[in-house]
């Protein structure tokens, strides 16, 4: 479910063709939009979904869905462990594992979280839970774990199932202060207020530190005169 893009994603899809069932290069309402238009069009019992900048380890689709296989209907996700990678393939960051229930999700900032594209569920607990929203544009997935929490439980699978690049593009990385308040706000909509006023009072504090430091380094002469020379360029080069 391609946004339109511009880049080489057609040829590729095209390339590929034979061997995919459905797909779109179109622009749409949306990251929530797109994946809610391909589980719409989806006909199989395990569902999970895969970022543009995210990619899949060797076997993963076999190892997850033999874990979902194994396990009751009241099992509704499975989680595997997940890697942020950097631009040439080497991990800099891997979530701790925790447990997997309702209240370590209303922790998610705090060590309760775990990488989205290594987490599988099944069609039933789609849905029960889905669609994604819509009117979110960030911690739509945690929302869905949340809702998904309430029926269903959660197992980890203990292989590296996912990988995710870390780059200022990612909205996680490039926009992670708005990622944050996006799931301040889903915790507290599934009533973890303590969990979301503690975040955020965290938050407050990362951000009244670095206006301090602002502050501090508006006053240094060094700054000053760095300011005095840009000013003096511009006005130069616009005449």
Known sequence: ????????????LEKYDPWIDHWVSEPDEGQSDAINEGFAKSTGSIFAWLNSDDYYAPRALFTMAEALLSHEADVGAVVGTGHKVNTVGEIVYTPEGS??????????LNGGSFMQPACFFRRTAWEDCGPLRTDLEYAMDVDLFLKLSQKYRFERVDETISYAYKHDAAKTTGERLYWRVGV????????GDEAARQEAMELADELHSRRQERAAMNLHPIFKWAMRIWRYLLKESTG
């Open 1 to 12: 479910m391609d946004g339109g893009s511009t880049d080489e994603t057609v040829e590729i």
């Open 99 to 108: 447990d997997l229930t309702r209240d370590d999700f209303l922790n998610w």
């Open 184 to 191: 301040i706000l889903q915790l507290a909509a599934h009533g």
